[in-house]
Antibody, heavy 123, light 107 residues
Framework: QVQLVQSGAEVKKPGASVKVSCKAS????????MEWVRQAPGQGLEWMGR????????NYAQKFQDRVTMTRDTSFTTAYIELSRLRSDDTAVYYC????????????????WGQGTLVTVSS | EIVMTQSPATLSVSPGERATLSCRAS??????LGWYQQKPGQAPRLLIY???TRATAIPARFSGSGSGTEFTLTISSLQSEDFAVYYC?????????FGQGTKVEIK
């Protein structure tokens, strides 16, 4: 059974950085893009970007382009997202999610999700 | 970026009744549209992709239709476990964008 297990909740001060991990298991880590989506309290879903674990290539939403870094460690089948210069409106649950692949190829939806990591930004 | 607009914001339905949720894109996304279900405290669950294809293990009471800018998710006979928030998401363009959600609540 495919699993994405994320690191625990974080509390950060404004201006700091946070790094969240996402440990993948029960599938070939390098065969599927890894995406990151966040959800502010009581709000909707916001796509942040995706990474190709095979070569590290990334595609970031322009909104986060200058503050986000997505990386991976293939030896540990783990993906990471780091967000810098945190603000109070970065308070959200951050999800990693795997991109769906069918016989037709890569489909830009997300079939498996991590459990989410709450990041709280507060002074 | 493409703006996805869902309606209604809240839908009150009795168990066993049919629910029809709408999603509109600010420009054509072809059939590159997915639907998710999210329950409180849980991650979203993929229901539909390519506008009308059910994801693995999704019951047949969930169906999707539409193309271009207008899409519909229909739940033919609501079960107790279907009361949740539903999101549409386009993947025709970057960045991927979601609608703001429709909450399906018990009438």
């Amino acid at each position: 059974q495919v699993q994405l297990v994320q690191s625990g909740a974080e509390v950060k001060k404004p201006g700091a950085s946070v790094k969240v991990s996402c440990k993948a298991s029960e599938y070939t880590f390098t065969d599927y893009y890894m995406e990151w989506v966040r959800q502010a309290p009581g709000q909707g879903l916001e796509w942040m970007g995706r990474m190709n674990p095979k070569n590290g290539d990334t595609n970031y939403a322009q909104k986060f382009q200058d503050r986000v870094t997505m990386t991976r460690d293939t030896s540990f089948t783990t993906a990471y997202i780091e967000l810098s210069r945190l603000r109070s409106d970065d308070t959200a649950v951050y999800y990693c999610a795997r991109t769906l692949i069918t016989s037709g190829g890569v489909i830009g939806v997300f079939d498996y999700w991590g459990q989410g990591t709450l990041v709280t930004v507060s002074s | 970026e493409i703006v996805m607009t869902q309606s209604p914001a809240t839908l009150s339905v009795s168990p066993g009744e049919r629910a029809t949720l709408s999603c509109r894109a600010s420009q054509s996304v072809s059939s590159n549209l997915g639907w998710y279900q999210q329950k409180p405290g849980q991650a979203p669950r993929l229901l539909i992709y390519d506008a009308s294809t059910r994801a693995t293990a999704i019951p047949a009471r969930f169906s999707g239709s539409g193309s271009g800018t207008e899409f519909t998710l229909t739940i033919s006979s609501l079960q107790s476990e279907d009361f949740a928030v539903y999101y549409c998401q386009q993947y025709n363009n970057w960045p991927r964008t979601f609608g703001q959600g429709t909450k399906v609540e018990i009438k």
